[in-house]
Each structure stands twice: as structure tokens, then as C-alpha cells.
């Protein structure tokens, strides 16, 4: 693969409680267990809430260019990325992921076609794909 882009982070502190930046000091947040997970919760994000961001923002971008490739006017959408974490039987913990596509003024079976081909382009789709489920749906 050749490499067109590499972002970069550096955890520091205490893992889930400690804090994340990028190199280019764009991201720089605190972090902080979920009060689910046992922890403080608050007003810090955490890794589960980053990978939503991340996943969401990626996924809408590869709608839009899915829609556009397909010629269809997709005026406006949204995604909404839920990121679960519980144990995954064997000591460790997973992953789980719901997107909720919102395409407005789409007919219902174009929208579901341009999610669909939008999960075969999305990188973080490409990533998750077998290793943790990911359930979509999309509303008009």
C-alpha cells in the first residue's frame, strides 16, 4: 500500500485516565474511564468516544463520494457512530459498532445502496470488517 497519510498520537499518563496528543498538537485531551467501565467519567473524553468521531466522520466522507461517483445529489447527511466495549470471554474486551446514516430526501433502497458501497470504501469499515461487528442502517 503506499501511504498517502500518517497521523500520529502519543498516549501519556495512565492509559485510559492519563491523555492523548497528536503530533501536530491539534488533538490534546485529557482522558478518562467511562463511569460504566468503573472509573471517574466526567468531562474527559475517552478512546471509545475517539473511534466513534474518527469512524463517523469517515464513514460520512465515504458516503459523499460514493454518492458522488454514483451522480446522485446527496445534499445532506449525517452519521452517527455508537462505539460499544464489554468483555469478550476471554479476559480481554471488544469492540461493537452501530452507524445510523441519515440521508434526507434520498428514496429509501438509493440510500441503503449508497451505505452499503460506502462500507466496502470507508477505511475504518476496511479495518473492522471480521474482527468486531458493525451494524448499519440508514433512515431517509
Keep these: 500500500m503506499q501511504v498517502l497519510y500518517t497521523a500520529e498520537a ?23 474511564t467511562p463511569k460504566e467501565l468503573g472509573g471517574p467519567g466526567g468531562e474527559a473524553t475517552n ?9 463517523a466522520a469517515c464513514f460520512n466522507s465515504a458516503l459523499k463520494l460514493v454518492a458522488r461517483h454514483a451522480k446522485v445529489d446527496l445534499k445532506h447527511s449525517e452519521v452517527t457512530a455508537k ?3 464489554g468483555p469478550n470471554g476471554a479476559g480481554g474486551f471488544q469492540l461493537a459498532v452501530e452507524l445510523v446514516v441519515s ?14 458501497q460506502a462500507h466496502q470504501v470507508c477505511p475504518y ?3 473492522t470488517r471480521g474482527n468486531i461487528d458493525v451494524a448499519i442502517s440508514a433512515t431517509v
Design 83 to 85: 462505539v460499544g466495549i
Design 125 to 127: 469499515s476496511n479495518a
Design 10 to 32: 502519543i498516549a501519556i499518563g495512565e492509559g485510559r485516565n492519563g491523555e492523548v496528543r497528536s503530533s501536530d498538537g491539534v488533538i490534546d485531551e485529557r482522558l478518562a
Design 103 to 116: 440521508t434526507p430526501g434520498l428514496d429509501q433502497a438509493v440510500a441503503d445502496k449508497l451505505v452499503e
Design 47 to 55: 478512546p471509545e468516544q475517539l473511534f466513534a468521531a474518527g469512524y
